[in-house]
């Protein structure tokens, strides 16, 4: 099994279980995502989601989870290291 595209480190786990907590929803959960941004390239964005599409890949981090789309993945293009 290959390594996930994206890592979330204990510490940017551990803010999104805060977040979650204080969300009052259990299935909230970290998502990544880019978007065409025309002239000036790419555009990168987090958001918390509780939804889970087909085309979704889920990580779980420190009791934390991550998620994003194929499209997304495959245009981040390279291993990606979350921080907080």
Sequence with gaps: MNAPA???????AQKVRQLRDGEGN???MLRVYVTGGGCSGFSYGF???DAV???DKV???????LV???VSL???GHRV???A
């Design 6 to 12: 994206l890592i979330l480190t204990d510490r940017a």
């Design 26 to 28: 259990q299935a909230l």
């Design 47 to 49: 958001s918390l989601d």
């Design 53 to 55: 599409t087909n085309d």
């Design 59 to 65: 990580y779980e981090f420190f009791g934390a989870k």
């Design 68 to 70: 994003v789309d194929d």
């Design 74 to 76: 495959e245009l981040l």
């Design 81 to 83: 290291e979350i921080l």
